[in-house]
Nanobody
Framework: QVQLEESGGGLVQAGGSLRLSCAASGAAISSYVMGWFRQAPGKEREFVAAINRGSSNTYYTDSVKGRFTISRDNAKNTAYLQMNSLKAEDTAVYYC?????????????????WGQGTQVTVSS
């Protein structure tokens, strides 16, 4: 069973950048589709991005297209989320997830493996 741990969150001004990391242990992420979700206060956890096992396919929610980039390094057992041109509305706790199916954009309840989350705060 894979365990996930996010890092890289913090406080940044609007227009700035952050790079989140998701380090996996207990299993090789090469067996999993990797994704990122986020949850703002008072809101449901929402899908952000996903990447397939071989990095040949990515999928993003519309609000982050052109600003965020998901990637993975299977040799390092780590996935990443590069976030550029950050906006105040990107403020949330960001969660990494792993799944054996390529089914991006589904509700969070459809996925089994999660990290503990990392806070991203964008000041305007």
């Amino acid at each position: 069973q894979v365990q996930l741990e996010e890092s890289g969150g913090g406080l940044v001004q609007a227009g700035g950048s952050l790079r989140l990391s998701c380090a996996a242990s207990g299993a090789a992420i090469s067996s999993y589709v990797m994704g990122w979700f986020r949850q703002a206060p008072g809101k449901e956890r929402e899908f952000v991005a996903a990447i397939n096992r071989g990095s040949s396919n990515t999928y993003y929610t519309d609000s982050v297209k052109g600003r965020f980039t998901i990637s993975r390094d299977n040799a390092k057992n780590t996935a990443y989320l590069q976030m550029n041109s950050l906006k105040a509305e990107d403020t949330a706790v960001y969660y990494c997830n792993a799944d054996r199916r390529w089914s991006p954009g589904q509700p969070a309840s459809e996925y089994d493996y999660w990290g503990q989350g990392t806070q991203v705060t964008v000041s305007s």
